[in-house]
């Protein structure tokens, strides 16, 4: 297995065995822990002190970890890129990006339009399942 698919998953574990026991949600890969990582992302920006610069170890496992939710759900797969990096392959062909999406939230937040769980639902329900393409040919 690939170095960084290895780094990916071992991502993933560390978010769910560091964040589940903090949250008030049954934490695995579903929409609901997308919901409270996103609130978790919103508490960190807003600490004392936050600085977006220094947050790259925070977007590899919260990316790492928005990915694997994506792809369970939509049934989607990892996949890398030499011009745009790591990114969920979904079943329609295209490619989500979740490390881009987390970095984002963190600059942006929430009030900057960012939103891990917006970026999920459309994923997940319009974009896998080609909804999206066909509202478009519409």
């Given at each position: 297995?690939?170095?960084?698919?290895?780094?990916?998953?071992?991502?993933?574990?560390?978010?769910?065995?560091?964040?589940?026991?903090?949250?008030?949600?049954?934490?695995?890969?579903?929409?609901?822990?997308?919901?409270?990582?996103?609130?978790?992302?919103?508490?960190?920006?807003?600490?004392?002190?936050?600085?977006p610069e220094q947050i790259d170890g925070l977007v590899g496992v919260l990316g790492s970890f928005?990915?694997?939710?994506?792809?369970?759900?939509?049934?989607?797969?990892?996949?890398?890129?030499?011009?745009?990096?790591?990114?969920?392959?979904?079943?329609?062909?295209?490619?989500?990006?979740?490390?881009?999406?987390?970095?984002?939230?963190?600059?942006?937040?929430?009030?900057?339009?960012?939103?891990?769980?917006?970026?999920?639902?459309?994923a997940v329900d319009f974009i896998a399942t080609g909804q999206l393409r066909d509202r478009e040919?519409?």
């Open positions: 297995m690939d170095a960084e698919l290895e780094q990916i998953e071992a991502n993933v574990a560390l978010a769910i065995d560091r964040l589940g026991p903090l949250s008030d949600v049954d934490f695995g890969l579903n929409a609901e822990s997308v919901a409270w990582v996103e609130g978790f992302i919103e508490r960190q920006r807003s600490r004392p002190g936050f600085d928005l990915g694997a939710c994506v792809a369970a759900a939509a049934g989607g797969s990892w996949h890398c890129s030499d011009e745009a990096g790591w990114g969920v392959l979904l079943p329609d062909g295209s490619t989500a990006f979740p490390f881009v999406k987390v970095r984002k939230q963190f600059r942006d937040g929430l009030e900057g339009g960012e939103s891990i769980v917006s970026f999920y639902r459309v040919q519409d």
